[in-house]
Structures are given as C-alpha cells and as structure tokens.
C-alpha cells in the first residue's frame, strides 16, 4: 500500500479538521506518541498525535489490535517501550493504515479529540537520566569561558562522548513554571548565597530508551535503533553560578537538578529516516565501538530554535553534532551498564559553528558580558524572572517532503522563593 | 511500657531459637526492614526481621493493624516510604509491641520464616541516587593522589557537601556478581580499551528517602529525619582508569555506573538515635542552611570493615565524616530539587584518619604502588577476578547497650565479558 497516495486520495471526503493535510509536520509522516488527559477523564491516557487531534490509543487498539492493548492501557508510555522494537514497528505500522484507510478512519474519528482541549503529561516514567556534552562547538565555547589559557577541549573530548547522570525526578513537562534556584556561589572572600544569578537554558534533543538490557550486555552501535524509540526536545535549566562553585571535581549537581524540561511529543525514531545525515569528519581514529563509518548515517537534521518572550536569539542545528544518538547509547552501555525502559538520555547543548547557533547564554552573551538585546529594548545576559523561553524543533522540508515536527518544550521563569532557614 | 524489660521476662518461655535475645544486633532495638521471597513464594514480600526471622508484614498488618496494609502489601518499602514519618513512628512502634507482648506473640509465630530459607530482594526500587563526597580524609587522599601538587581539597570542599548524581538503575542488591567493566582509559599516544585493570570498592552508608516533596520547597536541617526513612551499606564499585579518563570536565561516568551494590536491611533510622554522635568541629563557618550546631548531633557511629577473602583490610569509622546525612539532605534540596520515596543517597567514601581506616583500594594501596598482602600471601593492588568483597557495619556495643546490625553488602568479582565489536 503506498500510504501517502492514500492519503492524499482520501483527504478530500473527511471533514475538515479532523485529518491533517498531508503537510502538517505532526501529520502521516510524524505519528508522535504521548499521554495526555483527554476531555472528560480525570487520569492519563497514551495517545498518538494525528495533526490537531489526539487518538486514545488503548481505545483503538481495542477494536483493531487487541493483542496490543496491554502495551498502550497505563498512563505513560514505558509499557510500550519495554516492548521493543517489532511492537514498535507493528503499532505505526497499524496506526499508519488506521489513519490513511476509509473502514478505519470512520470507525476511528470517535476516539480522536482535539488536542487543544486535551491536557498534556509526562509521556514517560523518567528511569536514568544521562546528559552528553557531544557538541564539540558548544563544549569549545565552555571551555574558554571555563578554563582560560588552557586548550578549550579535555584531552578525552574527541575520543568519547563525555556524559554524567541528572536527577530524572525532576524532569517535568512542556509549560511547567521554573522556580528560580538558590544556592551557593563563589564570592571573595567567602562564597555567597542566594538565588542564582546566572539562570541559563541548554537547547537540547533527548532520546528515549525501551526495552531493557541486562548488565554486563553492551548495546552495539549498529543495534542502537533496537532501543531508541524515539527523541523529543530538551532544556536542561542551568544556573550557572551555583554550577562553577560546586563543580569541581565531580561534576554538575545543583546547578542542574533543579529542573529539566521536556516537550511532550515523543516522534518515533521511525519518522526520522529521511533526517538522518552523516556526522562531521572524526579528528581522531574511534576505537571500534564507536566507529560508525560502517553503519548508517547517525546524525539528524533537526533544526532548532531558542526564543526569549518572542524573541528567537539563536537557531542550533542538530546536524553538527560531533557525537551521534547511536554513539551515545553505545558509549552509555560499553561498560555493562543496562537500561531500562523510561531511560532517557540527551545530546548536551546544542551549538553549530556560527554565530546565532549557540544554545546556551552562557555562550550567546559569552558569560553575561556581551547581552542580548530584545524587541522591546531590554537586554538579557541571564535570564530574569517573568522570561519565557521556548525552544522549538523540526526536521526541515526535504526534497518535497513536508516537515517533521519535533514540537516544543516552554517554560517562564518564577522568582526564586523566600525561606526559612537561608 | 518498658518493652526491654517486657521483652527479658518473656525471653524464657518462647522456642529457642524463634525469637531473638536482647543483645542481638537484629532483635528488638533494630528491627530492619526488606523485601524477601518467603519459603513457598514466588514474589517478594515486605518484612521486619526478628533476630534470625523475618516476619511477613502484610500478613501481620492484616491480623492487628488492618489500617496499615496499603504500606506493606506491595513487593518493595517504596509505599512505606512514602507515607512519611508518622506512619513510620506508628508501624515500629506496632511492631515492638507484638514482638513483646506475649498475646501478639503467639499470633505472630506463624508469620515468621527462617531468613536462612528466604531470599532476599532489593528493598527499595530506587529512584534517584546520589552519591556524596563526605568524608575529609577521602577526599584528601583522593586529591593527593588525583591532583598532585595542588591542596588536595578544591576550595568549596568545606563550604558544601560535594555529591552528584549516579546511574539507579544498576543498583544491585547484596551477592549480586559484579562483572569486571570494559572501557577506555589514558594511553599514548593514544588511549587504551579494555577491562579494568583498576577495578575498586568504595565503602559507603546510604540512606534511604521517603516522604516525597514538591520542587521549590527545600528539606530543613531540622526536618531531616522527617524524610530519611533508613540506613543501608553501600559499595560503590569504581573503576579508577576509566574514571580518571572520563572524568573531566563532567566528573565521574562510566567508571561508576556499571554497578553499586546495597545490604538488604534497612535500618531505622529510629534504631539510630543512640549512635548519634557530634560530627568534626567546622573548620569554616557554615551557611545558615548547613548550620547544624543547634540540632540534636547529626554525625552517626557506624563501625565499618572491609573484608577481601576473608581477610579484614580497612575498620573505616562512619563517625569521622565532616558532612552529615542531614546536612547531606539540606543541600540536596536547597535548590528546590524534589525528593521521591525511594530516592537514595550515599555518603561517598568512608575514610578515617589513620592508616587501615581507609574506605578504598585507590588509598590503602596508594593507586595500587603499595598492594596489600592477604592471607595467602597474594598481593592486591586493585581487585582480581574472583575476589570476594563484603563490607560489614554495626553500631557497637555502647553504655550497656547491645549493638546494631547495619548488616553487610557483599559481591564477587567476575572476569569481564569478551564482546563482538570491541
């Protein structure tokens, strides 16, 4: 069956609005999964995203696929990434025929509901939490602000993806307020307290993890896409002040744990083939695990946006990327470790080479000192209370395909609340 | 009620052997909690150990203190963890009573099963975890040896509580087979790859969280014990090359996350409050958050040892950490980081500060220069496939009073695993 003929064949005998057109960036082509409150219900139900409405999966796979119910009946979609990769594949393929085929479009449109009157939630029970650093811009732009006079990247950087574990406790959903954080920072001649004043944002891309490994049983590059069930958009809130005070020599903890946005479409690794782009040339010879020169191109297109109150301040393409998603996974597991089900990892900030492409302010104000300037005048070099900030995400129109949405991830700064005790 | 002497006069009278006497480790002062498979059981069950019994909780929940089932019916303590320190007060509480009392005695036996006949399970499904950087003279030794030439503690290290975030997911219960991790490590001119060749313990006390919050609202020196359910053993297995290599700018990644390893009982931290002890006099003042000096001691003494083959090589003493577990907790959630009931802290290394009180491999042999001599008058510098590590912790016998079981954590190594593609 060629699917996109039969769509374009039968968009013109529904009713308008109910089926997307065949560009919409969150139409046929995209498919994301999510959880969302459906007008009516009061818990959480897993949904597929077909333009402007949102299909109750376990309702249709009720009349269609009983045999998948139990994938798609809880209330986030970790059951359906434990499933694996041939359940995957099998619900869009079905979702794909269900959506483009008049017996089952008809049957389905009482289970669709407009996604403006549905509330969305955390598509996934968060797992383990990584976070890569895999832009070998933004990690040059760090490390001259970080380390002047000694060469911006560690000796390691070109040899592995570097990474570190976050706090999954306190991901939260798209449109959530984020409470500015307080905390230590370094002060002369003793450090100081207070609410950080150096609130910052990662652009970033996350990746979702099903079904689980053992320990002691590394993913292989080329088995990645077994268990990457598919990306959504990332910011990784930062306050930057607390993060160099603490950092040395473990690592980031409060300047990160306090908060990470995501955005509530997961689009499945599936709808993102035709996005997929060599990575940069390697410096470095890659010891075999990481080497994909072998394997299918591991980069993706996915062009990003950062805005401030309206204001798009930086665009990050997703394609310069030194690191790879597939990369990444194998790196994360190469000692043995084992993944579960809800696992997320994501890329770090992501930073092209030019000027306009950085993802943090940390960069794009080069650490506050050179500030934006905004529509209405004002000027940022960190963030201040009241900012909202968006990151938007899609795979561009290519070779007359229509665009992939990869969604977006908002969240307004709240002021930092006052305390007992500090 | 005096339920120590309730408990001397009823000593006689019960089956030798069913219950336990006073002065032992795991009797009436500590009742732990766990998760066990049961004689003739196929799932765990949540139980209380009595000496060398567990008791079937939900069984014994549903004869006396029906109100109390939801906490206890489930496979883990995350639901008792959850419902926060009153119903921790009131269960214990419960418990000491049946225990003593010859009524509930009586109808308590049947629900008591040999431990030697039940298997343990991990008791908590562990959410977040964090592993701190606590003691002073680990993080000395530790610098000596990392970052010689420089003061061995970075310039916060007094300021706060140093932690960051480890991989949950490979949390492992007590015997649980540690195999040897594969990856990269420092070479020229190019880096290596291959297993371990530094593989290392870390001797650790962990607690365990409940009563989950909200983000923005930090936890209160004070109100600490409001949200630490318990205590537990920690090994933190660490390869030193892997980690050495990853370890900038990020901090420590793949020679962690492999594996980390806890004792199966849970200790109250009720059962605690006799061990209590002052921690270090402050070498610097302490913020307003982390100020301790007008809450009951916050420093607990746990005797540790460190035992290969057999063979005793370290008595790290708990009580010399400089940073306390409330203090620990205190800066965890300053900056409005939630908790969730089962999220789980360590307290990093456990040093003191005389020889043969050192919590690793890396200090007592000095990265491997000086090896240790075991009985059979093999040498280790780092482990060897095989090895057998326990790690065991008591509070001693003080003022008269019996000692506590903390319990003890224990693991085998086994040789790496050769993989394709590596």
Redesign the interface.
Known sequence: VDLVRAWTEHIGVTRPGVWPGEADPFGIHNLPYGAAILPGRSAATVVVRVGAQVLDLNAACSIFRPDLCDFVSGTDLNPLLDAGRSVWTDLRASVRVWVVDERHRRSLEPLLRPLAESRMCLPIAV??Y?DF?ASEHHATNV?RL??PGTPPL?P?WK??P?????????I?LSGTEI?R????RQGEP??E?GPSQCLDVEVEVGFVLGARTK??E?I??EDAGDHIFGVCLVNDWS?RD?QS???????????K???TSISPWIVPLDALGRARVAPPPRD??L???LDDSAVEPGGFRIDLALEINGNVVSRPPFASMYWTPAQMLA??T???????AG?LFASGTVSGPRQGEEGSLLELTRGGSRPLTLSDDSTRGYLLDGDEVVIRGEVPPLDGNPPIGIGEVRGRVRPA?V????
Chains 1, 2 share one sequence.
């Open positions: 797992c383990d990584v650093y490390g970080f380390r560690t390691n040899h592995l570097i990474g570190y574990h976050g706090r999954a406790g306190t939260v409470i954080p307080t905390g230590q003793v450090p307290f320990m002691g590394p292989l590059l306050a607390i005070w603490e950092s040395r020599p473990l690592g980031p903890f409060l300047g744990s306090f908060a470095v010879a010891m075999p695990y790196h994360l190469v000692n043995g470790a084992s993944i579960r696992d609340e305390r007992r005790g500090s």
